[in-house]
């Protein structure tokens, strides 16, 4: 299917191009950057402003506004999110790209769209690689006790990708495309109408890649002499829109793929074989509607349908696939938000209810074919809660909240079933002002994780030994934190601390000889860490300054002592520059350093994965021409142009040097 995406992308560019172009020249006149036409501000009913953060001076809150969306040069969201500070962006060995949030587990960081979740409750995962960066208008990552108002399934924090929504009356449409190394090829299309009650956005997406390109110095046995990952090509396609018309708000987000899975490349023993996958299908619809009642009753609605196969090979030549594992999801949800004043305090109450069936098809293809009866499974999970915010004392400002979230599994398959998990979430932050340029503050929180279906009961095509009797994580967060100015440079200095109870890893198991893993609940985890974010502009130089920086010490915990937890880094920093040179030409410059970690070995032994600095230049020129109403930008670059190697994990390294050449159209 995805071989009919690109033609019909070229399509749309050229009806969009004729239908809206008389309509944008009568109607909208963009100033010179159009980034300013891009409301910032969440648009679906439900997807909480977090007001009393912002009055709290939003210490546990980080933004990325659209400008440096922009700037970023991104092709997918992750891409984006590398800019958030102590956010670990990685790829894993199944294929996906996840974010993790200061040392976070893969599975305790909720994504939401417009408020409306992204992760698949089977997984409580989503592959943000899917996403196109040209989707995202801002980002906020709530990096500790997120709420009862953000849902369930963020212990380890919540991103909040806001769409772009057009502000100004009349039609806009940009146009970009991106070439670059390793067969990249990607086309946006995005056009909107706002007519004051009502406003319409669409945006669609084609991206293509032949293959991550291999550093040089990477040491990928599997790999050979290829500039390219093995089985690391990628064809995606998507398509947004949403409707909002007075307090209503319909969202509509289609996305699909075809994509390989680079094999672990320090694997090759019949012992200890790499994954050997594809994924011929890979598509996830959502659908949803939102409504303001009253100014103090708001509600979301939302359908979900997740699809995805899995082809297993029997060799590296991925000629024809030997078993096919099948996915289906369909997963339903509401949220129920009123918002009040009472005692002097600002007081939101929020319900939300979710079922998700998930069903499981294997299939033998080769040499004989032959297919297993569908398992299914069922789950329904929800959250009742409550936040407050207002002044405690003096100029001291309160937030907190309390919430009561459960789990149920009235369908687990062929497997015997379970009891359900239900537990208790809390949090207290108190925020201080000190003068008219500082804030202090702490916060502390219990934050709760319940295993998901698929830890419980899925073994990935035989690769894992099942373990019914997982706990929920539970973790216990403290945190102290300043934000404020020092002569015109914005800073923020936070302290925390993750004591983690049950903590779900993995251990190595060999049966029949071959080496097999099994998910296990450790006597816990605990983290400690230090986060440093700046920010400056100098308008008379035309300069912008950009940085952050985390240390983060992980540990496991275990009857035997401490030892180290898999694939935590324990510095991630970051300093960009932006520099106007004269006329539309912008420099930029990002500096990336990724610390040590480390990876468990098939013999369940520790050993460090090596430190890597990363940079990546680019230069735009940007040209508005107002007699035309047109504003034209090109933009050139390179990533990792010194061509490190970065391991997130043993056997995967990240990209190597690439380069890119962008060009987009507004009107």
Request: hydrophobic share 40%.
């Amino acid at each position: 299917m995805m071989t009919a995406v690109r033609p019909c992308v070229r399509w749309l560019l050229v009806i969009l191009l004729c239908s809206t172009a008389e309509s944008a020249a009568q109607e909208h006149t963009a100033g010179e950057d159009s980034l300013r036409t891009w409301s910032l501000e969440e648009i679906i009913i439900g997807s909480t402003a977090l007001e009393s953060e912002r009055r709290g001076a939003g210490l546990r809150v980080q933004r990325i506004q659209l400008a440096d969306v922009a700037a970023m040069n991104a092709a997918v969201v992750p891409d984006v999110l590398r800019t958030v500070s102590g956010l670990h962006v990685q790829t894993n060995s199944r294929g996906e790209t996840l974010a993790y949030m200061r040392g976070a587990g893969e599975r305790q960081t909720e994504y939401l769209l417009n408020g409306v979740p992204l992760n698949i409750p089977w997984d409580n995962r989503f592959d943000l690689g899917a996403l196109p960066a040209a989707l995202i208008g801002s980002v906020a990552a709530v990096r500790s006790a997120a709420g009862p108002r953000l849902g369930v399934g963020g212990a380890g924090g919540v991103l909040l990708l806001t769409t772009r929504a057009p502000t100004q009356s009349g039609s806009l449409l940009e146009l970009s495309g991106k070439g670059g190394s390793g067969g990249l090829w990607q086309q946006d299309v995005l056009w909107s109408r706002n007519t004051g009650n009502r406003s319409i956005l669409f945006t669609g997406s084609y991206v293509t890649r032949k293959g991550i390109p291999t550093p040089a110095a990477a040491d990928v046995p599997l790999d050979g002499d290829r500039d390219l990952r093995l089985n690391s090509d990628r064809t995606s396609g998507s398509g947004f829109l949403s409707w909002q018309e007075g307090r209503t708000t319909l969202m509509a987000l289609h996305a699909e793929s075809e994509a390989g899975v680079a094999p672990e490349g320090h694997l090759t023993t019949v012992s200890d074989p790499p994954r050997r996958w594809k994924y011929p299908v890979w598509r996830n619809s959502i659908v949803s509607i939102g409504r303001q009642w009253a100014p103090w009753v708001k509600n979301v609605f939302w359908l979900s349908r997740f699809e995805q196969h899995i082809d297993e090979y029997p060799d590296l030549s991925f000629r024809r696939p030997e078993t096919r594992q099948e996915d289906l999801d369909v997963t339903m949800g509401a949220r129920l938000l009123t918002e009040g004043r009472w005692g002097g305090f600002d007081v939101a109450a929020t319900a939300q209810l979710m079922t998700s069936r998930h069903e499981k098809t294997e299939s033998t293809l080769q040499p004989e074919p032959r297919t297993t009866a569908p398992e299914q499974f069922r789950e329904h999970n929800g959250v009742l809660g409550v936040d407050a915010a207002g002044p405690l004392s003096g100029s001291i400002h309160l937030l907190s909240g309390a919430s009561l979230e459960w789990k149920s599994m009235p369908e687990t398959g062929l497997k015997p079933g379970v009891d359900g998990f239900q537990a208790g979430t809390g949090y207290v932050s108190l925020q201080h002002p000190l003068g008219s340029t500082w804030t202090v503050g702490v916060t502390s929180a219990r934050e709760v994780r319940m295993p998901t279906m698929r830890e419980l009961f899925d073994g990935a095509l035989d690769r894992f030994l099942l373990n019914a009797e997982l706990e929920p994580e539970v973790t216990h967060v403290m945190e102290a934190a300043t934000r404020g100015q020092v002569r015109h440079v914005d800073v923020g200095l936070t302290v925390f601390r993750n004591r983690t109870f049950n903590t779900i890893d993995q251990e190595n198991v060999v049966v029949d000889g071959v080496r097999k893993r099994r998910r296990i609940n450790l006597q816990g985890s605990r983290l400690w860490g230090v986060e440093l974010t700046t920010a400056a502009q100098w308008p008379s130089l035309g300069l912008q300054l950009r940085g952050h920086g985390t240390w983060m010490r992980p540990v496991e915990l275990s009857p035997d002592g401490e030892d180290h937890l898999a694939e935590r880094p324990e510095i991630l920093s970051q300093v960009a520059i932006r520099k106007a040179l004269g006329p539309g030409f912008h420099l930029g410059l990002r500096v990336d350093y990724t610390g040590r970690a480390w990876a468990r070995t098939g013999s369940s032994e520790f050993v460090a994965l090596p430190t890597a600095w990363r940079v990546h230049p680019d230069i735009t020129y940007r040209r508005f021409l107002p007699d035309r109403s047109w504003f034209l930008e090109v933009a050139a670059g390179a990533n990792n142009v010194f061509d490190a190697v970065l391991l997130p994990q043993l056997g995967l390294p990240a990209a190597g040097q690439s380069f890119f050449l962008r060009a987009s159209f507004t009107r």
